[in-house]
T-cell receptor, first 113, second 114 residues
């Protein structure tokens, strides 16, 4: 069985500053994908960024980047220049070869003006 | 392209009643998922379809939940009879071909059982 753990239930950050959300996971697979999904208060789940386990280079999407530490099974999300629209629940998720997504419990991020 | 559609968006029922949710995936997506998201938690997979066949339904409470995907496109999820603990948001997602495994989610149906 695979598990995903997000140890920070809530976080807050001032607008324009940087925040890092933590995620650890466990899987016996050697090939897998990791995702960060954003769920704003409207509840539509949106993909923020993905990381392929066999790629050593950390993924980056504009203001969002990850720190993928495969040996430590850690996958953190860094949001730079935080904006009010970044306020949302953030979920870390792990996808194995069976195409099943396992989600963490989520981190509620509040961006303050 | 149009996203994943779900209806209704909200539903309130009394316990022991039945309810059905509908999902229309992104056109051409062969894989469809139903998730249950209890308030304050991450989504939990209930069932996965590949075309019109079930791939995994190990976490579906089969004594009260059922799902079908006739013709490999639209899907319905039914609860009969509903319990108080079924109050949650029910999310539908779909995935196309390709190696990225990205799932696209619908807006969800918020179910309240009183």
């Amino acid at each position: 069985a695979q598990t995903v753990t997000q140890s920070q239930p809530e976080m807050s950050v001032q607008e324009a500053e940087t925040v890092t959300l933590s995620c650890t996971y466990d899987t016996s697979e050697s090939n897998y994908y990791l995702f960060w999904y954003k769920q704003p208060p409207s509840r539509q789940m949106i993909l923020v960024i993905r990381q392929e386990a066999y790629k050593q280079q950390n993924a980056t999407e504009n203001r969002f980047s990850v720190n993928f530490q495969k040996a430590a099974k850690s996958f953190s999300l860094k949001i730079s220049d935080s904006q009010l629209g970044d306020t949302a629940m953030y979920f870390c998720a792990l996808n194995n070869a069976g195409n099943m997504l396992t989600f963490g419990g989520g981190t509620r991020l509040m961006v303050k003006p | 392209e149009a996203g994943v559609a779900q209806s209704p968006r909200y539903k309130i029922i009394e316990k022991r009643q039945s309810v059905a949710f509908w999902c229309n995936p992104i056109s051409g997506h062969a894989t469809l998922y139903w998730y249950q998201q209890i308030l304050g938690q991450g989504p939990k997979l209930l069932i996965q379809f590949q075309n019109n066949g079930v791939v995994d339904d190990s976490q579906l409470p089969k004594d009260r939940f059922s799902a079908e995907r006739l013709k490999g496109v639209d899907s319905t999820l039914k609860i009969q009879p509903a319990k108080l603990e079924d109050s949650a948001v029910y999310l539908c997602a779909s995935r196309g071909l390709g190696p990225t495994y990205e799932q696209y989610f619908g807006p969800g149906t918020r179910l309240t059982v009183t």
